[in-house]
Structure formats: C-alpha cells, structure tokens
C-alpha cells in the first residue's frame, strides 16, 4: 500500500505563507512521484507540483516563484511551501502518490481577510 496523508491547511490573509505536509506510507515512496493538487470551489481538480523521487520539480504558472515542493525520502514526506498567498488559492489541497494512483482526504486552505 501506499497511503498518503494531508496536513497543514487553515485560514490565512493575502500575502501570507503556509506549509502543507503530506505523509507517505510504504517502502514504493521512493520511487514515486509526488504531486500536490488542488480544487477550489466549483472548479476541477489541477495540479500544482509535482517532485520525483531525484528532486527534479515542476510547478503550475500559477504558481510559480510562490510556492516550493520540497520531499525528505527518509521520513517519507514531501511538503509544499506556500507564501504569497492569494484569493484565488483558496481550495482543498491533495497529495497524490502518482505512481501507485493514491490519494489523501485533503486539507482545505483558505486565504481571506
């Protein structure tokens, strides 16, 4: 198995930072990619980073020079930085193992004055 688990999630103001962890099961993990999505409210579900098991990074435009993926194979977690946050970040925030096809209950992330 391979069981991924969100945390990190609240409300924040505009401009401010938050750190989501995810938290990996199974010995799989270090030959996985790692992708953190999102959904926001009536939207579908997208991508917003992705890291593979080298630390090789990609990131959504949106995204970009704001947040940073970050993973430690030895405690098997890999978290997202988020700061500069915005409006339009408000969602609920999933971590996906993608080579086993897992996915976590997500975390929700509001950012609002």
């Known amino acids: 198995q391979a069981e991924v688990v969100e945390s990190g999630g609240g409300l924040v103001q505009p401009g401010g930072s938050l750190r989501l962890s995810c938290a990996a099961s199974?010995?799989?993990?270090?030959?996985?990619?790692i992708g953190w999505y999102r959904q926001g409210p009536g939207k579908q579900r997208e991508l917003v980073a992705r890291?593979?098991?080298?630390?090789?990074?990609n990131y959504s435009e949106f995204v970009k020079g704001r947040f940073t993926i970050s993973r430690d194979n030895a405690k098997k977690t890999v978290d997202l930085q988020m700061n500069s946050l915005k409006p339009d970040d408000t969602a609920v925030y999933y971590c996906?193992?993608?080579?086993?096809?897992?996915w976590g209950q997500g975390t929700q992330v509001t950012v609002s004055s």
């Open positions: 996906s193992n993608e080579l086993w096809g897992s």
């Open positions: 199974g010995d799989i993990f270090t030959i996985s990619n």
């Open positions: 890291i593979t098991p080298e630390g090789r990074t």
